[in-house]
């Protein structure tokens, strides 16, 4: 198979990718690397020579010997390589602009701040334990899901941006994941909620659950 994806079950950047994926139909060999084991599969030489940054998703194209890492490189690559009836990123020039930031809303300003790597930097150099580090988690969950609840007032239909599926959706629901995951109150969230909902009726975001990839735990 050409396409490979090296990812782990959990993480939010390879659930998106995931996602990505199997809404433009894309067949991949998915590649587990376990972000805890042996003190970390990314930080060993085999998957540094295909990431430098230790870091999940890698996504590799051996018919054109790309490799190429960041979810939201990886995801618009593949949306523009693979023509599909599901276009990610919308045609329109400012419209394509909205669903970028608020998928960067999420990639770039959210989810970095709850990333495996910094809620060790807490624990081994602060001495934060797990409620602590959940506490935190949340904090930053909440705190740009607010912002992004307001956004979606003026933008939202069945999914982020009306009754089509984008960049914004693919981003939205692997953030909601995390943020059940570390305990965020999502009742002062109704858009979020309601979007997550529909999104998780289509069988790829069923597929790329964390709980259904091989490597889950």
């Known amino acids: 198979m ?13 659930y998106r990718v995931r996602i ?10 998915y590649v587990p690397v376990h972000l805890v084991k042996d003190g970390g599969e990314q930080h060993q030489a085999r998957y540094q020579g295909l990431n430098p940054s230790e870091l999940v998703p890698t996504l590799v194209d ?7 890492n960041q979810s939201l490189a990886i995801i618009e690559y593949v949306d523009e390589k693979y023509p599909s009836a599901v276009k990610l990123l919308p045609e329109h020039k400012l419209q394509r602009a909205r669903v970028r930031a608020l998928a960067q809303d999420i990639a770039a300003d959210i989810q970095p701040l709850a990333n495996l790597r910094v809620l060790q930097y807490l624990e081994s150099h602060y001495q934060v334990d797990a409620d602590g580090k959940a ?12 912002g992004i ?9 069945k999914y982020c941006f009306g009754f089509d ?6 981003c939205l629901v692997p ?10 109150d999502m009742a002062s969230f109704p858009l979020i909620q309601r979007i997550h909902e529909n999104c998780n009726k289509l ?15």
């Open 175 to 184: 953030q909601i994941y995390n943020a059940l995951r570390f305990g965020a």
């Open 62 to 68: 051996e018919d054109e010997d790309i490799i190429l």
């Open 149 to 157: 609840e307001k956004r979606l007032q003026t933008t939202a239909g």
């Open 135 to 146: 506490e935190w988690s949340r904090h930053w969950i909440e705190k740009g899901f607010a």
């Open 203 to 217: 069988p790829e975001f069923v597929a790329a659950k964390p709980e259904n990839q091989p490597d889950a735990q």
């Open 20 to 29: 990505a994926l199997n809404l433009k139909g894309i067949a991949y060999e």
């Open 165 to 170: 599926l984008s960049l914004a959706d693919v």
């Open 2 to 14: 050409s396409i490979k994806l090296h990812g782990y079950w959990r993480s939010s950047a390879s």
